[in-house]
């Protein structure tokens, strides 16, 4: 498949592996817990969806099941590309884990204190934005409770 010069840059292991920081970074300002490997890699995929970044709620104090209700397009493009940007991500958090500014542990992945700013600023406003989603989406994917149905409604194979 032949990516376009902006989808080379999005896509490369450095920005995806920032995505997951940003999710673990959601997760554990939620949970202060390990943050689950599907969590990291299902928020990024998200967040590198223009559509369902677009859609998504002001704050986590949103229901997700009544977003995701409210919002079927989600099922629609999860279902469509997660498959593809889950390939996409997974070097990434790779490059993060090989990097240690990830630690993988038997409970989940934590983030190293301080690795990344906790933040996001910098880049084009795009990049910005996509970095926002995930750390949100860390935080908001795992709070309707079982991971495995929440992924079910989000289109995805647990």
């Known amino acids: 498949m032949e990516l376009s010069r902006e989808e080379r840059a ?17 997760y554990d300002k939620g949970y202060a817990a390990a943050c689950p490997l599907p969590v990291a890699v299902t928020a990024s995929v998200m967040a590198l969806q223009p559509a369902i970044r677009a859609a998504l709620p002001a704050t986590t104090g949103t229901g997700l099941m009544g977003w995701l ?11 469509r590309n997660a498959a593809l940007l889950a390939a996409v991500v997974k070097p990434g958090l790779l490059f993060a884990l090989q990097s240690r500014v990830l630690h993988c542990t ?53």
Do not use: D
């Not at 209700?69 to 279902?79: G, I, P, T, W």
């Not at 690795?115 to 709070?143: C, D, E, H, N, Y």
């Open 10 to 26: 999005l896509y490369n292991p450095a920005f995806t592996a920032v995505l997951c920081i940003r999710a673990v970074q959601g």
């Open 106 to 158: 038997a409970a989940g992945l934590i983030p190293v204190p301080r690795a990344l700013a906790k933040t996001p600023s910098g880049g084009t406003p795009q990049t910005v934005a996509i970095q926002q989603a995930a750390l949100m989406l860390g935080r908001w994917i795992p709070s309707t409770g079982s991971l495995g149905t929440v992924l079910t409604l989000l289109g995805v194979k647990p």
């Open 69 to 79: 209700e409210a919002n079927e397009h989600v099922r629609v493009e999860m279902s």
